[in-house]
Nanobody, 126 residues
């Protein structure tokens, strides 16, 4: 089991930046692929980015590629999402999630992730 707590959300103007953090409890964090997802009002939760357990492999949704950067520090049990050049359409609740299956496949479906944080609100004003 792992518990996840996101932080770093807030209100920012178009073109601004935010850095989200996700702190994990438990010693198994370094074995999990970790993902970031987001959910806008009235929309389904969607994939944003995923990073492998070692940090060596990363995959992004096309909508954030070149603007967002996912990273992790296994010594601190923390995964990050650096968000630059933010747009109003990035407004959503952002969730981090842990994929408990040891795999080299970076999965983008919400169904692959067993553990979720409570989410942090990101609002981008135009």
């Amino acid at each position: 089991q792992v518990q996840l707590v996101e932080s770093g959300g807030g209100l920012v103007q178009t073109g601004g930046s935010l850095r989200l953090s996700c702190a994990a409890s438990g010693r198994a964090f370094s074995y999990y692929n970790m993902g970031w997802f987001r959910q806008a009002p009235g929309k389904e939760r969607e994939f944003v980015a995923v990073i492998s357990a070692s940090g060596g492999n990363i995959y992004y949704a096309d909508s954030v590629k070149g603007r967002f950067t996912i990273s992790r520090d296994n010594a601190k049990n923390t995964v990050y999402l650096q968000m630059n050049s933010l747009k109003p359409e990035d407004t959503a609740v952002y969730f981090c999630a842990a994929d408990p299956i040891p795999t080299n496949v970076l999965r983008t479906s919400t169904r692959a992730y067993a553990y979720w944080g409570q989410g942090t609100q990101v609002t981008v004003s135009s």
